[in-house]
């Protein structure tokens, strides 16, 4: 598959398919963070643990905006988020220049 830059608007089954693995990949890491034997390191397994349960409800977010049909739109300057930036990140809800502003 090769990147489409021009394109304005993500397809929607592309990115579906991106955010599934997305989530079913985040699924499995918190899956292997339960079966982590406890040690006193519980204060990073949790942080690990709340970082993935963060990023999942962005993905549920993600498939909101699909179904919505503004996914692909940055939230900060409404301009489309470059396709490439949607096939590393697929639920950003931000442009770069926009995601280092409210970082």
Request: hydrophobic letters at 35%.
């Amino acid at each position: 598959m090769s990147l489409d830059v021009t394109r304005a608007e993500p397809h929607p089954h592309e990115a579906r398919q991106r955010l599934e693995h997305a989530r079913t990949s985040r699924l499995a890491q918190l899956r292997a963070l339960d079966e982590t034997e406890r040690s006193s390191d519980d204060h990073l397994l949790s942080a690990q643990k709340a970082a993935m349960q963060r990023v999942l409800k962005e993905i549920d977010e993600a498939f909101t905006r699909i179904e919505e049909g503004t996914y692909g739109t940055c939230v900060g300057c409404a301009k489309p988020v470059p396709a490439e930036r949607l096939e590393i990140l697929p639920y950003t809800r931000y442009c770069v220049a926009c995601r280092r502003r409210t970082a």
